[in-house]
């Protein structure tokens, strides 16, 4: 059974139909991209699934069950959590306050303050510091600790390396690698086309509000994938 | 001199015990709760009572009477400010303005118009006092009340800092849908938090009917000095809203020491000479204004 499935999810954002449709799996401890343009409804599709937004329609399984209608603090507690996009820290709290706030829904797993700093270890020094006076790579890795402090089953990361410099997602990533070996199911969204095709086993393509591309990593030529995440043909080009 | 600079200190006691729940709430709900006053008078009315018809003495009263007021803490955010917030960000203050008119007419209809105090059912505390070095005497209940402000505040800041749902109340205040996405019940946090704030409004309540007399249309000038005293000491902080109480109450008692009159003006002019300096100290009207927008 897939950790995660999505069975035809509609959203609405007052008259935007920003999610159409939409179907895919994700299996266990299986760790897939979600790509597309700016607009195409990532983000809205991972706060669907992490709760912040309610569906128009459709089906959101976690396990085989559906949560559809599960308010999203409760959605944590059932092992959902997500690093959301720009994230959105409590800037008037230390590093440690942060992360601990992720044990709120008492699941029980691994992760604790220790275990976080030692996977990020830029963070140890700034345990006792306000976030707000971080660095860009240390607020991000303190914004995936607070989701790792919560012991998810499925990881929804947004954008992950936004506004970050090149050497301080490249950290980002190698602190993540060990985090995907490691048998966690991650669903990320990722702009860096070449990154995400290189840390992701498959693939899954949005084009405003649709899923129009789905595959292995290994086998989807790139090119099928840009013209995917483009939309194909001259009319996009004359837009 | 000195013992007029005690007695201030000790009454500021009192303004910061019932400015604590306004600026508690005003921080982590972004609520300006106009029936504040009210809600205390409420509950000297509601210990009275206990206290008239069943014998019991207020202090045993209020075993009954602050989870009372937690509980209607509780209801209020979950039935009227948290519909009142999601209109927008002035309807909570109009809210509670006619919360405040309820109350005050109900109570008025209730109890009429007599002046009541609880100071008849504690015994001899009321005018007990405590001689300082120095020939100074100062009562035992505005010491008590004095302490019972530094714990209540105390209290509020460690139970903020150090526990879980301390935690979760300020996150939610901060941004309470990444609060739902971390697993925080934001609804309940916030529900929680008023409960806390309405509590502390009861122990205000409790020390306005012991130390003075009230009636039903008291609550506007409690509601007054809370307001004061938590703009003196920059809304939201724990530790200033003690200093503002005291330095609220040490202009009135120095002024009414000039003048009869002088208590409230001094009170006042305190108020607003501290509000333009912090408007100066911001840059102004103009930038105040253009902050909001």
Redesign the interface.
Known sequence: MSALAVQGLNLHHGLLHAVRDVSFAVGNGEVVALVGANGAGKTTLLRAIAGAHRPTSGVIALDGKDIAHVPAHRRVGMGIALVPEGRKLFTQMTVEENLLLGRMARRPGPWTVEKVIETFPNLGPRRRAKTGTLSGGEQQATAIGRALMSNPSVLLLDEVSLGLSPIAVERLYESLRTLMQSGTTILLVEQDLGRAMRVASRVICMLEGRLVLEGSTTSLPREKITEAYFGSGHERAMA | MINTIIQGVLLGGYYALIAAGLSFMFSVMRIINLAHGSLAVLAAYLLLVLAQSFGISPFLGLIIVLPAMAALGFLLQRFVLDRALRAGQLVPILATFGLAIVIDNALFEGFGANTRSLSNYIGTLSYDSIELPGGIYVGELSVGVFVLAIVVLGGLQLFLSFT?YG??I??TS??P??????????RMATAVASAIALATVGLAGAALGMRATFDAYTGASQLLFAFEAAVIGGAGSVWGTLIGGIILALAQTLGAKVSPLGFLIAGHGIFLVVLFARIWLAGGVMALLRRRA
């Open positions: 879980s935690r979760a300020r996150a901060e941004d849908d990444t609060a739902s996405l971390v697993g925080i019940n934001a």
